[in-house]
């Protein structure tokens, strides 16, 4: 049985009438001891599809799955339990922190919102968990400003892992913090993974990261996946056209390599204005007329390996 | 190279009240020439960037060196002086294109303006020549994009219409503050291969900042890489990737997910790191970088070493860099 399963997840923002999926019927697992990379530009839905599975936004359609039991539907205090086992770590390392509250504090606060009662059982966990995000213990008595950005990452991981959950949902876990320390951070992820047997959900925009992080790899496209396959697969033989673009469009630290035929796509469109055929037909360098109309549905195009476009 | 550079920077040294941010920087760039600053946040290449045409924050102050621009020294001439230099001789887009455009005028307007600032120019001259430079940065239909306001355009066509502005003068240097980094990729790609297109098509020398050494590699001729505050190494890009003489360089390298070929797996290669955090650098009484090198010997605590060639063109603050032999065999 699969860690979690989203089955057509869909999400929708706006007014009544006037609303648009943000997440837009996204299917897909993450097996235990697996790291799960969702990539796609700006305004993709990669955001929205991390908070929802938390259901810290409510969904509009499908099931979210935790060990096969439903979490869909679950009221507020029954989901509390299920959130113990699936945490966040956020983009920001400076707004995701209380200012107010010292680390020690900041970490007993999700213990005691989760009933954790013993004083001293609280204590001891944070002394541990502070220990491997490597930081000293004198950090516990210091405030969030105190600390660069790479050590508030990894006092955000801290927080995340303090009631020791199985699915780590990480939203752009170091898109805000310099080349040096994005290093470590990566680094220490994968110790964390190996030590506490951790999921990831690894929701980026940096396609290099997901390329050295993720065992499997979502791309979303305006609400949807548009190809989904494990790491080596994806880089090796991309079939969507969208794939193809964004992986080409990345530059590489090596000069010269920089393909000039790369397709060039126009601009994205808004994920409101999505219409009847392929999200991707107006940009799509291989569009052809019942791309206009029809739908391509996400299907299998090798073993494990699946894309949503006629042609793939 | 024998030409007179664009731009030089000698000796630039910027401070606050506080402390000085940004020490003994020298640098030359040449006409129609990519030359990249690159650096980790706070280490002062915006502050040196935005020093060229004295934009510089409150309180910050250029306490010595020179910035020599078509004969003029830029750090002392007067404010009269500098306003017909900046937008006109050298110009700027910086990294937020949603909230650099004034949301209440229409676009064409706001490009015209600055034609009509530094040339003499009729109203219906500036709209020809703003229509003219949309289609040269690739916006389409300039005509009906001329009436619209900021809002109607995307991140990536606003930034056209920046850069639109920036040349719009023909700048004998742009200077471009992360012009991408609030960009999607595919997006970034077309901004820097346009930024590419022009620079060849006006012989315009421009000075990219950026912390991106994908797109050092992929866009730059030259970079020059900056440390707490100091020019660590600058050196030809090819150079730069193939065989990096500082040791910050080799760990920017060495700390990057992707090698180039891109097989790099968390299963299989674990990521090099630069231990601890560029806040040591205040405390060093040597070179800035010591506390944090791998490569440190009793020299490197004597004093703050010297910006020297390795070869032409080439240079590296680093006592262990000049010896190529011992270097080579040592970093191997």
């Known amino acids: 049985m699969s860690l979690l399963s989203v089955e057509d997840l869909k999400v929708s923002y706006g007014p009544k009438g006037r609303s648009f999926n943000a997440v837009d019927g996204v299917s897909f697992t993450v097996e235990k001891g697996e790291t799960i990379g969702v990539v796609g530009e700006s305004g993709c839905g990669k955001s929205t599809l991390g908070k929802s599975i938390l259901r810290l936004i409510e969904t509009a359609g499908g099931t979210i799955r935790l060990d096969g039991e439903d979490i869909t539907g679950l009221g507020h205090q029954a989901m509390m339990s299920k959130r113990r086992r699936m945490q966040m770590v956020f983009q920001d390392p400076f707004g995701s922190l209380n200012p107010r509250q010292s680390i020690g504090k900041l970490l007993d606060t999700p213990m005691r919102a989760h009933g954790i009662a013993d004083k001293a059982e609280r204590q001891k966990r944070i002394e541990y968990i502070i220990d491997k995000v490597g930081l000293p213990q004198t950090s516990l008595t210091r405030f969030p400003h105190e600390f660069s950005g790479g050590q508030r990452q990894r006092i955000g991981i801290a927080r995340a892992l303090i009631l020791r959950p199985d699915l780590l949902i990480c939203d752009e876990p170091v898109s805000a913090l310099d080349l040096s320390i994005q290093s470590q951070i990566l680094n220490l992820l994968t110790d964390l993974k190996a030590e506490f047997s951790l999921s990831y959900l690894f929701i980026s925009h940096d396609l290099s990261v997901v390329r050295y992080f993720a065992d499997r790899v979502i791309v979303m496209y305006l609400g949807r996946v548009v190809e989904t396959a494990d790491h080596e697969t994806l880089w090796r033989d991309p079939r969507h056209p969208y794939t193809r673009a964004l992986l080409a469009a990345v530059p590489i630290p090596r000069p010269g390599s920089r393909k000039h035929d790369a397709p060039i796509l126009g601009e994205r469109q808004s994920a409101a204005a999505a219409s009847a055929g392929c999200r991707f037909y107006q940009r799509c360098p291989m569009a052809q007329n019942r791309c206009a109309t029809e739908e391509p549905v996400l299907r299998s195009v090798d073993s494990g390996h699946g894309a949503a476009c006629h042609y793939a | ?332």
């Open chain 2, 1 to 332: 190279m024998k030409t007179v550079p664009v731009l030089e920077v000698l000796d630039l040294a910027i401070g606050f009240p506080a402390a000085r941010a940004v020490h003994g920087v020298s640098f030359e760039i040449h006409k129609g020439e990519m030359m990249a600053l690159v650096g980790e946040s706070g280490c002062g290449k915006s502050l040196t960037a935005f020093a060229i045409m004295r934009l510089l924050p409150p309180g910050a102050r250029i306490q010595n060196g020179q910035v020599i621009f078509d004969g003029t020294d830029l750090a002392t001439i007067s404010p009269r002086e500098l306003r017909r230099i900046r937008g006109n001789g050298i110009s700027l887009i910086l990294q937020e294109p949603m909230t650099s455009l004034n949301p209440v005028l229409t676009v064409g307007v706001q490009v015209a303006e600055i034609i009509r600032q530094h040339q003499n120019l009729s109203r219906a001259a500036a709209k020809a020549r703003v229509l003219e430079l949309f289609d040269l940065v690739g916006i389409t239909e300039p005509h009906k994009r001329y009436d619209q306001y900021p809002h109607n355009f995307s991140g990536g066509m606003r930034q056209r219409v920046m850069i639109a502005m920036a040349v719009a003068c023909n700048p004998a240097l742009l200077i471009a503050d992360e012009p991408t980094t609030a960009l999607d990729v595919t997006i970034q790609a077309q901004v820097m291969d346009l930024l590419d297109k022009l620079r060849r098509e006006l012989s315009m020398a421009v000075l990219l900042i950026t912390h991106d050494l994908g797109v050092v590699a992929q866009w730059a001729d030259r970079v020059a890489v900056m440390y707490a505050g100091r020019i660590v190494e600058t050196a030809p890009v090819q150079k730069f990737f193939s065989a990096p003489q500082h040791p910050y360089s080799m760990g920017l390298l060495n700390s990057s997910v992707s090698n180039g070929e891109g097989a790099w797996h968390y299963t299989n290669h674990r990521l090099s790191e630069i231990k601890g955090s560029v806040a040591s650098a205040a405390q060093a009484t040597g070179c800035s970088f010591a506390p944090r090198c791998r490569h440190v010997i009793a020299p490197c605590h004597g004093g703050q070493p010297k910006l020297e060639a390795v070869e032409k063109g080439w240079l590296a603050t680093c006592c262990r860099a000049q010896n190529q032999e011992e270097r080579i065999h040592e970093f191997a």
